[in-house]
């Protein structure tokens, strides 16, 4: 019976040493032994397909990679799959993950690991103080859309350039709290139907507290060089998000020097070829109503 166990126990390490290599460079096999980022199924989360296109050629690079939410919930000793997952994929990266819950005991090589909400900015800046700035962020922690928020206003400045920032989930865009107020009336809290009770979704697709919409607003900040608003100031990440991806539940965005120019206008006024073109000496002179498109841009300097 003794020399069973023993071989089964060795056989279950040889598994989880050998398979992992054997698939390094493949991350739907990855996902799938590890069982997170996978899925086949209709009504599983399709992540893989999208992470590989973004992935595959800098898997090799020395890179900081940061995720939020490691799984397992309340359980201590529970999740760290898409920590190793990662591990695996980029050999030559270090790994850092942080959950709300104490995980400490998955770390291992390459593998550290910070307990804190990501809804606390002076404990996300704690963080980035001691690891540095970062090549990668996934955003796969509660959920809840005002800490989503909270989490990339606080750590995309902590990007390197050339960085790329991830949102998971952001199905929770679109379901309003669950049980509202009733929720300090049921007994048997965790994490996960805590962040469920109060994930702050809506029902109406505009609604502007949405993670959705704030990463759609951030979309015209792409063109801000093109906006026709003499003395509108960029915000930070007008200047450094360059390119935004959006898929299913899933937002990849990359960070740059957002700054290439317009051929029309400069400081976001018609340059003076094109006045000189229209036969005029100033944009007053075209009569735009610039007093209500004002109000439109200081919405988009979130
Ligand atoms: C979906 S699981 C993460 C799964 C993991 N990334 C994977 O792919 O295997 C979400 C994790 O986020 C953690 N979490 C929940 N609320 C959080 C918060 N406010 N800040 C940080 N982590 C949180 C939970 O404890 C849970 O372990």
Redesign the pocket.
């Known amino acids: 019976m003794k020399l069973v166990n023993y071989y089964k126990t060795f056989l279950n390490n040889f598994k989880q040493k050998i398979i992992p290599l054997v698939y390094q460079n493949d991350l739907k096999k990855l996902g799938l032994f590890?069982?997170?980022?996978w899925g086949e199924e209709q009504g599983d989360h399709m992540y893989v397909q999208h992470y590989e296109k973004h992935f595959y050629s800098i898997r090799r690079k020395n890179l900081k990679i940061l995720?939020?939410?490691?799984?397992?919930?309340?359980n201590p000793n529970?999740?760290?799959?898409?920590?190793k997952?990662w591990k695996t994929y980029f050999p030559n990266s270090r790994i850092y993950?942080?959950?709300?819950?104490d995980?400490k005991a998955l770390e291992e090589d390459r593998i550290q690991i910070f307990q804190?909400?990501?809804?606390?900015e002076y404990f996300l800046k704690k963080v980035i103080e001691e690891i540095g700035e970062l090549d990668i962020i996934?955003d796969?922690?509660?959920?809840?859309n005002e800490?989503v928020i909270t989490?990339f206003k606080t750590l995309f400045s902590s990007l390197k350039d050339g960085g790329i920032y991830i949102v998971?989930?952001t199905h929770t865009s679109y379901w309003p709290s669950l049980f509202g107020e009733r929720w300090s009336t049921f007994g048997n809290k965790n994490?996960?139907l805590?962040?469920l009770a109060k994930v702050g979704g809506s029902l109406d697709l505009n609604d502007p507290k949405t993670s959705m919409n704030f990463f759609k607003r951030l979309i015209d900040g792409l063109n801000h060089e093109e906006f026709l608003f003499p003395g509108y100031i960029p915000s930070y990440f007008d200047k450094h998000i360059v390119s935004m991806h959006f898929y299913h539940n899933l937002i990849i965005m990359y960070k740059g020097n957002n700054i290439e120019g317009s051929n029309i206008l400069e400081n976001n006024t018609l340059r003076p070829y094109i006045l000189e073109e229209l036969g005029v000496k100033s944009l007053d002179d075209l009569g735009l109503d610039f007093a209500s498109v004002s109000d439109q841009y200081i919405r988009y300097r979130l």
């Not at 995720?67 to 919930?73: A, C, F, L, Q, S």
């Not at 804190?116 to 606390?120: L, P, T």
């Not at 796969?140 to 809840?144: A, E, T």
Request: charged content about 25%; hydrophobic content about 25%; proline content about 0%.
């Open positions: 590890y069982e997170t980022k995720e939020i939410g490691i799984g397992g919930y309340d529970e999740g760290g799959n898409s920590l997952l993950g942080v959950d709300v819950v995980k804190g909400s990501q809804n606390d996934i796969d922690g509660s959920h809840v800490h989490s998971e989930d994490v996960y805590e962040n």
